[in-house]
């Protein structure tokens, strides 16, 4: 067995340089810049894939493990994740322009959203039900604050499900000002941890539910902008989560901003929509400019299945997530600026997308699936809207 070993690995290295068995397959090539123009059909395919794929009940995924690299979560968890990613895809179908098939899928996803129970905490460590809150919340304030819900009862089951959602999270608000899925010890009913996104992303929705007369109050807005803005970095990125002395050891790190891609756009987005007068145009363009530059550290790490496995710590589930935002960023910028931007965005996200519309950048369970298309979607979408 050794010698048949040692003879393949002698045939390898005096193989000749030119022979087929040493070339690799050519990078696929992909556009610096895409038009508008081009962006429909991709999205349509988008589209197609969440209607083809919603369950008669009107969600999408399941509440149970779909893969082997998902077992050690209690079955809670998969429960969150599939209400967070309904509450993406309800988003993502209210986004689109109408047609009737796709008003009917959006109102059994929102039927679905409002109806279903709510999850519990899975475990002393494990507070993923704070993610389906965090993007359940979000759901329900952008439907309300949109055009395309208008039947009386559903607006009103939407607002009564916001504010349960808005309760959770009231629960669950570090003592930090922030949120976060995960918690470290000591373990109590308030979590001890928050990072910098989970509590970025909210901000808006909080700032719009207020208004709106939520009672979402101003000392909880305030705690989460200061969280954020205490992880702001002076490099110009945002650290993953608060902590007494700043994370920065060693020249690979999640701190830097090749390992703030991610993050970078959902915090300057969250703050400057909350009112934030530090955020100005000048540091958008900034974090939109290191997104493009190391995008390749995206690159590298999506699609594989370990978390933080990539290049400064970088994970597979936050591609989509940053293009999104990355979008929403983009449409802070003056109206004659953003087709610069967008068309920049456009081919990283088209070149991921699968044949059949849909998309992951994680694994293939269908509540990433779900949510990793309806992402792709409201990017797009994004980049398509005159005004925001």
């Known amino acids: 067995m050794r010698a048949s070993a040692l003879a393949l690995l002698g045939m390898l290295v005096h193989q000749d340089p030119g022979a087929d068995i040493l070339e690799l397959p ?27 794929n919603q369950r008669k009940d009107g969600a999408w995924g399941s509440r149970a493990p779909e893969t082997v690299l998902e077992l050690g979560f209690a079955p809670e968890s998969f429960y969150s994740w599939q209400l967070a990613s309904q509450g993406l895809a309800a988003m993502a179908l209210a986004a689109v322009p109408k047609t009737p098939e796709r008003e009917r899928a959006l109102k059994r996803a929102i039927d679905w959203l409002v109806d279903t129970r709510l999850p519990t905490r899975a475990s002393d460590w494990d507070v993923d039900n704070v993610w389906s809150s965090l993007y359940g919340f979000v759901a329900c ?46 373990f109590d009913t308030v979590p001890t941890w928050a990072t910098s996104f989970c509590t970025a992303m909210i901000l808006p929705a909080l700032v719009s539910a ?9 000392r909880t807005i305030e705690r989460a902008v200061r969280y954020v803005r ?82 400064h710590a970088n994970a597979g589930y936050f591609y989509y997530f940053g293009h999104y935002y990355a979008a929403r960023a983009i449409g802070l910028l003056p109206e004659q600026e953003r087709e610069y931007w967008q068309s920049r965005l456009r081919p990283h996200l088209v070149k991921t997308q699968w044949a059949s519309g849909g998309a992951s950048d994680f694994l293939d369970s269908g509540y990433l699936v779900a949510a990793s298309t309806s992402y792709l979607i409201l990017a797009l979408q994004e980049g398509l809207s005159e005004t925001r």
């Open 230 to 311: 205490r992880c702001a970095l002076p490099n110009g990125a945002y650290a993953y989560d608060l902590t007494p002395v700043t994370r920065l050891a060693g020249v690979e790190h999640i701190n830097l901003v090749q390992g703030s891609l991610g993050r970078i756009q959902v915090c300057n987005w969250g703050l400057a929509r909350a009112g934030v007068p530090q955020i100005t145009n000048e540091v958008v363009r900034e974090g939109l400019q290191n997104f493009m530059e190391h995008h390749p550290f995206l690159d590298h790490v999506r699609t594989r299945p370990i978390p933080h496995e990539g290049y």
């Open 141 to 186: 304030v952008e439907l309300l604050d949109g055009e395309r819900v208008t039947e009386r009862q559903q607006r009103s089951r939407l607002r009564e499900r916001g504010e349960e959602f808005l309760a959770i999270l009231g629960r669950y608000q570090a003592l930090s000002g922030g949120w976060a899925y995960y918690d470290d010890p000591p």
């Open 210 to 218: 207020d208004a709106q007369g939520f009672g979402v109050g101003e």
């Open 26 to 52: 050519a990078p696929p090539s992909v556009p610096e810049t895409m038009a508008r123009e081009e962006v429909h059909a991709p999205l349509d395919r988008a589209v197609h894939y969440l209607l083809v």
